[in-house]
């Protein structure tokens, strides 16, 4: 048997589910068994990414001991469609993120 950790974080909350499985069983098992896509109606195994420690995973994708699975959520908004938008308001990022106007 392995554990893992399949977490899913939301802005208000962040669920961590400790999930024991047999050696071999892939990445959608174990969300399956977390029991978080009943839990939030917003993930779609089908539909959804996942990552194993912050890299993009496949579903068919077999754990190792102690991996931690995350689901993640979509994104709001598109960063390509914000910098294109800054750069159209004559705003300028600098380094660590803050905007200046030039």
Request: charged share 35%; net charge positive.
């Amino acid at each position: 048997m392995i554990q893992v950790e399949v977490t899913y974080a939301r802005p208000e909350r962040q669920d961590v589910i400790p999930v024991n499985l047999p050696v071999g069983a892939t990445l959608l098992q174990a969300v399956e068994k977390s029991g978080l896509p009943a839990k939030y109606p917003e993930i779609d195994p089908a539909k959804s990414k996942f990552g194993i420690y912050s890299k993009l995973a496949k579903p068919d994708t077999v754990l190792r001991d102690r991996d931690r699975v995350e689901i993640y959520r979509p994104l709001i908004a598109d960063p390509k469609e914000v910098r294109k938008q800054r750069a159209a308001e004559g705003k300028v990022m600098k380094k660590g993120g803050g905007a200046t106007e030039e």
